[in-house]
């Protein structure tokens, strides 16, 4: 019998010499039957948001989840907004992606252990939509307490946004806080960002709906570009 | 609060944003500079454990979704997700979607005139092990033309999503296979620079090759590791952004 053996090694994935982190690499256009799941974009109801069904076929349920949730405190709110590249274009094949506090300022999280802190439970905080053809995106969830920041610092609420595309090689790094309120002025991270660009960071209630909607764009270049973050 | 470790920042290997090669980078990558921040419990946290909850249960057999095997090469795709340090990322979620073994995916925009199959979705997902392995079942997907220049195929490729354990360590990538000639001139492969883009490329592995059944390759990712340093009381590592 021939002695079982593995052709010999090269430049690759299992190579000692090369190991380090994984490159990343673009989403594509063809996620949407595999991430953006029925409901993963309603981080408190049970609703279908977030998944584009129209583009799998019906009979395609692996991602047909909307959890059960409990009682989750705090103001229930709607962020919603466009994604658009540098010629004003809306992206029409965009995942989103957010990760929050609850209304209380603590994250579902095993490396937030400050237990003092109470958990909602059935609310994660983690949240995934794509956009429609109008590069149009929503999530519905609550408005996320303040969390600490570096050092003593408090961090004003706000949201951490990943954006995924065709085009987009690796995630962009990005965060909604809210306009009006009063820790925006202090917060360390905003501190960061020069002056004239913060505003592409603040999320702005919606005049001409009931409350409670918040409207968020995304540039992904060009005029107005919101700002993204090296983490 | 205990004190939570950052994590690396992005090494060498990471592609540019703006890669114009791949066409579609030009309009979609931003030109400010990014601004670089300390990483804050924003960061440093995730729905880490909470898979189950969010997108359902593991989904590793990619050929047993539909009432028969689907056509192509069957494989087995094996290995472990680690951090820098070579410590196994357990329990962590990775998602997988691939066009069929003729190079179509399922999407109803992939209008390519190959063949469907009707005992193929090309979606699955599964959970490391304690020692942060995983193990799926698929066929090898075929390449396939797209338009992003004359002439222009992509390699055969898998792709895969990471949550990790932060919002840090999120990471969305593809693997390819090692007798492909299509690399060397894909533009989003090329994007990485070089020797980096062999880590997208799996291994076939004889002992991960069950006999009379299926071709086994090896793929470890790698994600960004907590950093030897603790957090700077000020600001994060360091007080240095560009």
């Not at chain 2, 979609?28 to 249960?57: F, K, Y």
Request: charged share 25%; hydrophobic share 35%.
């Amino acid at each position: 019998m021939t002695e079982q053996v593995n052709p010999a090694p090269r430049l690759d994935n299992q190579d000692p010499g090369l190991f380090g982190q994984t490159p990343s690499q673009t989403v594509g256009p063809f996620f949407h039957y595999s991430l953006p799941w029925k409901g993963g974009a309603d981080l408190v109801g049970q609703s279908d948001m977030g998944a584009r069904p129209e583009l799998f076929p019906e009979d395609h349920d692996v991602l047909n989840l909307s959890p059960p949730r409990g009682a989750i405190r705090g103001e229930t709110i709607i962020l919603e907004g466009v994604v658009c590249d540098a010629d004003g274009k809306p992206v029409p094949d965009a995942m989103i992606e957010i990760w929050q506090a609850n209304a209380a300022g603590r994250y579902a999280s095993p490396d937030d252990d400050r237990t003092d802190i109470p958990l909602d439970e059935g609310f994660i905080g983690f949240g995934r939509a794509a956009t429609s053809e109008e590069g149009f995106y929503r999530f519905r969830t609550v408005l996320p307490g303040a969390v600490p920041g570096p050092g003593d610092s408090l961090q004003a609420p706000h949201i951490a946004v990943g954006v995924f595309a065709r085009g987009v090689l690796k995630r962009l790094a990005t965060r909604v806080y809210f306009a009006g309120q009063d820790a925006n002025a202090t917060d360390p991270i905003l501190a960061l960002v020069p002056a004239e660009r913060r505003h592409t960071l603040i999320a702005r209630e919606a005049p001409d709906k009931d409350g409670g909607v918040w409207r968020f764009d995304i540039v992904l270049q060009g005029e107005g570009e919101t700002v993204f973050f090296d983490i | 609060m205990t004190l939570i470790l950052p994590y690396a920042r992005e090494d060498a290997g990471q592609p540019p944003s703006l890669h114009p090669p791949y066409v579609s980078t030009v309009p979609r990558s931003p030109r400010q500079p990014l601004v670089r921040i300390p990483q804050t419990l924003t960061e440093l946290t995730g729905p880490a454990g909470c898979w189950d909850n969010l997108m359902g249960e593991s989904l590793f057999d990619l050929t047993d979704q539909h009432l028969a095997r689907p056509l192509g090469q069957r494989i087995v795709v094996a290995g472990r997700v680690l951090d820098e340090q070579g410590r196994p990322v357990r329990g962590t979620v990775m998602e997988i979607w691939q066009a069929n073994a003729a190079g179509r995916y399922i999407h109803k925009k992939d209008q390519w005139d190959a063949p469907h199959d009707p005992n193929f979705t090309g979606a699955g997902r599964v959970i490391t092990d304690d020692e942060g392995r995983y193990r799926f079942v698929t066929v090898r997907p075929g390449a396939y033309p797209w338009g992003n220049h004359h002439n222009a195929w992509r390699p055969s490729h898998i792709h895969l999503s990471l949550l990790g354990p932060a919002f840090a360590t999120r990471l969305v990538t593809q693997m390819y296979f090692p007798d492909d000639p299509l690399i060397e001139i894909d533009p989003i492969a090329n994007a990485v620079p070089s020797p980096y883009r062999q880590r997208l490329v799996s291994r076939f592995d004889i002992e991960t090759t069950q006999p009379d059944w299926a071709l086994g390759y090896l793929f470890d990712v790698v994600l960004r590791g907590r950093g030897a340093t603790p957090l700077d009381p000020e600001y994060g590592e360091d007080d240095h952004h560009d």
